[in-house]
């Protein structure tokens, strides 16, 4: 008969078993923080998806850039492009995401970091202190990023502000004075001066209101009106944000492709629903699974060693 020692468990064999378990732990948990930020980005983008399935179908639901028709001279048109609402906003969501994902998971590694120094360790063991150091790296992290992409733009967008700034009055801003001493068409300018009102915040919906009225007769009288070069979402745009409704032929000639923004909106809308609520599942099981073996671990490492 063999000897019992044979059938014992080595003491390094229960070592190599806490320490897979404790692997398996951190596998669980970088899995439940990832689909963690997944249910966070979720909730996020249901506020934005709106906007962003619209700007793929070249429309927004408010005017946010200052569209400049081909028919202004040189000068004018010098202070920008015209906009283009999906990759505006896709920019604006990517900068989203990168701060998300980097300043929670950013977050966690300072923690890790600092967690190396006894001071921190020491202090890391409540839960409270824990949690406030990374809501403060969460928010250094993120203010960084947020003044690194203000920063990126600051030289594009000073020039295009100092045109459409005005602080009351509409007269008072340098497109208003540029336009009143030209000799672009009443149309251009009211289409121009339009736009600079719904750009003003909070939107200055009394000085943009007689703006676009006068485009709308412009378009109905004007015979030259399909050679100003207006852009027909943009007066959509406007219209809709205005009169809540297309008035114009040109305006309504966008409705279809609203139609269809607002058909994939809801579809987008149920498919981000199923993914923040299967992320949600997910890290819950996640989260559990990885305390129930870090429970486990814990057990082991107390009744052996």
Known sequence: MPPLDEYAVKPQDIKQGVIALKRRQRNLMLLGLTTSTVFIASLISLFFQQELVYGFFGLSTEVQQLHLPVSVDAALASIGDSPDYFFSLLSWIGW???KIFSSFI???IVM????K????????QSFVLKFVAWLIAFILIWSGLTYWQHDLRNDEDDAY???VYYDSNINDSEIARYLSDS???APVKSYLLAQ???LHKPVDFSAARPYVAQVVEAEKKDAKFEQYGFKPEQIWTMQQQVYGKSLTPVAQSVERQAQQADEVTKIVNIVIIGIAILSALLSLVLFLLAHSIKG???RIEQRIF
Do not use: N, W
């Open 96 to 98: 989203l995401i990168i």
């Open 106 to 108: 950013g977050a966690f």
């Open 112 to 115: 890790s970091l600092m967690k």
């Open 117 to 124: 120094l006894r001071f921190f360790y020491v202090r890391f």
């Open 161 to 163: 502000q100092q045109v």
């Open 183 to 185: 000799e672009i068409a």
């Open 196 to 198: 600079t009102a719904l």
């Open 296 to 298: 486990r671990s814990l």
